[in-house]
Each structure stands twice: as structure tokens, then as C-alpha cells.
């Protein structure tokens, strides 16, 4: 099936509707959410919220990672980084080392305890998307893919692709 072959609603994906397009901005919003409920149940018990997540996430994706790196990635600001950091190293579930080369430097690594959070929070996640893409098929798989990197800025897709190819 081409680009411009049968898509949403039986259109040609090159001319959908508005109504079209905001059918799949309201499905990404209930996806999302429906993305995000397994692991903010967790969380609240803790006491935690997305932020938390998100670092716990690229932290166990790029052991080592930087304070800075971090910050791109996330796109947040130091304040509210080292906000999210600080709870979750009294916590006991982060470490941060000094650099070995760059003393001035941060390197985040997850406790143990840290992992097993990661875990679990992923766990969910991973079965919700493997159910997902067991029902709608592969072509479909690739078609989201496709979908969700064109709709990457530049940059961001750029970053996706290096943790995607060097995990860092």
C-alpha cells in the first residue's frame, strides 16, 4: 500500500479532512492517556508524577547519562530536572557520580531499587503496546512508526534515532 493509496476512513491519506485530522489528534490524546494510566497509578502511590518517570526512563535507557544530556532529551529545565533528580536520589532510586574526566560533570545511573521501579513501570507499558500491535498487524506497526517520527522536529528525531541506535 503507497503513501497516497487507501488510508483513514477509505481517503487517500494525501487529502484528509479536518474532521479527519482532528479524529486522530482526539486518539492520540485518549492513547496517551490510556498510555500513561498503568505507570501514573504507580507513581501516585509514591507520590511521583511523569517527570519522575520520564528521568527513571532515559536514565535506565542511557546508564551514565548526563545531567545535560538529560536535559536535551527531556526538554525541561534545570530547576525542574534537578527538581525530579533530588527526590528521586533521597529516594534511593538514582545515583549521581561525578565524571571522571570532567569532574564538573553528573553522570545519573538507577539503584537497583531504581530498576526494579523502571520495571515495573515499563512492564505495563509494554504489554498495553504489545496487545496494541498484535491487533492491528504489522503493516500498521510500521505505518504508526512512520507516523509518530514525521511528526518529530528535526532535532528530536535526531535524538530518537541515536538512543535508538546507540542506546545513549
Known sequence: MGRSSQGYG??????????????????????????????????????????????????????????NNML???GVTKQSLNRVLRTLISDGLVESRVGVTDKRERH???????????????????ARMRAAYKDAGPEAVQGFKKVLEAMMDA??????????????
Open 72 to 74: 536535551s532529551i527531556l
Open 108 to 126: 545519573l545511573h538507577l539503584t537497583e531499587e531504581g530498576r526494579q521501579l523502571e520495571a515495573k513501570l515499563s512492564d505495563a507499558q509494554r
Open 155 to 168: 532535532d528530536m528525531r535526531r535524538a530518537y534515532i541515536n538512543l535508538r541506535e546507540t542506546g545513549s
Open 10 to 67: 477509505g481517503e487517500s491519506l494525501l487529502f484528509l479532512t479536518d474532521e479527519q485530522l482532528r479524529q486522530g489528534i482526539e486518539a492520540m490524546f485518549f492513547a496517551y492517556r490510556g498510555f500513561t494510566a498503568d505507570p501514573d497509578r504507580i507513581l501516585a502511590q509514591m507520590s511521583y508524577g511523569r517527570a519522575h518517570h520520564r528521568a527513571i526512563h532515559f536514565i535506565n535507557r542511557a546508564p551514565g547519562t548526563t545531567v
